[in-house]
């Protein structure tokens, strides 16, 4: 199993960016699906999680702003980021917990994806 993240970049504040990460293999089914992110010098903390049925998470820094999103169809989550702030430079991290073909559970990391906000 693999997870391809996509979308980051450098953007104003104020502005917005959507992330994207694609899971691919041997997959069943997948439970959550979660972004994560880390800031230099800082511990990786949760960002947003969102169940396969059922009402996403999100951290207090980003509730308002960030909006995460799913197509269990192409086994992709999506992070919506609108009025980015400079504390929201970091590298994001999607994760997933994934049932595979051998009926393992167990969470998988994609390799993350630059995020600066800065003008």
């Known amino acids: 199993v693999q997870l391809q993240a996509s979308g980051g970049g450098l953007v104003q504040p104020g502005g917005s960016l959507r992330l994207s990460c694609a899971a691919s293999?041997?997959?069943?089914?997948?439970?959550?699906m979660s972004w994560y992110r880390q800031a230099p010098g800082e511990h990786r903390g949760l960002v947003a999680k969102i169940p396969s049925g059922g009402s996403a998470v999100y951290a207090g820094s980003v509730k308002g702003r960030f909006t995460i999103s799913r197509d269990n169809a192409k086994n992709t989550v999506y992070l919506q980021m609108n009025s980015l702030k400079p504390d929201d430079t970091a590298v994001y991290y999607c994760?997933?917990?994934?049932?595979?073909?051998?009926?393992?559970?167990?969470?998988?990391w994609g390799q993350g994806t630059q995020v600066t906000v800065s003008s």
């Open positions: 994760n997933a917990e994934v049932r595979d073909i051998y009926y393992t559970t167990r969470a998988y």
């Open positions: 293999g041997s997959i069943v089914s997948i439970n959550y």
